[in-house]
Nanobody, 127 residues
Framework: QVQLVESGGGWVQAGASLRLSCSAPGRTFSSYAMGWVRQAPGKEREFVAAISRSSGVTYYADSVKGRFTLSRDNDKNTVLLQLSSLKPEDTAVYYC????????????????????WGQGTQVTVSS
């Protein structure tokens, strides 16, 4: 199992940037494909971005493509989600998620693909 701890959320104005961090203490971090999922008030959780175990492959939701950048550092057991050009519709709780094994191209965008979840961090973007 892996424990995930997010940080970096906050309140910003539209157009600003934030960086979310997800740490996963342990010696097997590189064995997990990682993702970010968000949930806005009154809505279901939606896929944001995912990254393969070796950082060789990343996927993004169309709504964030070109604005968000996902990276990972396996030596530091950390995943970073850089949020830029934020919009009010990006307001949500952002969850770090992990899947033991490879990132699967057919399922990476489904929230059920990820078995492990952090507690979430709130991002609020005002207009």
């Amino acid at each position: 199992q892996v424990q995930l701890v997010e940080s970096g959320g906050g309140w910003v104005q539209a157009g600003a940037s934030l960086r979310l961090s997800c740490s996963a203490p342990g010696r097997t971090f590189s064995s997990y494909a990682m993702g970010w999922v968000r949930q806005a008030p009154g809505k279901e959780r939606e896929f944001v971005a995912a990254i393969s175990r070796s950082s060789g492959v990343t996927y993004y939701a169309d709504s964030v493509k070109g604005r968000f950048t996902l990276s990972r550092d396996n030596d530091k057991n950390t995943v970073l989600l850089q949020l830029s050009s934020l919009k009010p519709e990006d307001t949500a709780v952002y969850y770090c998620a992990a899947r033991f094994g490879p990132l699967r191209s057919k399922y990476y965008y489904t929230v059920t693909e990820y078995a492990y979840w952090g507690q979430g961090t709130q991002v609020t973007v005002s207009s």
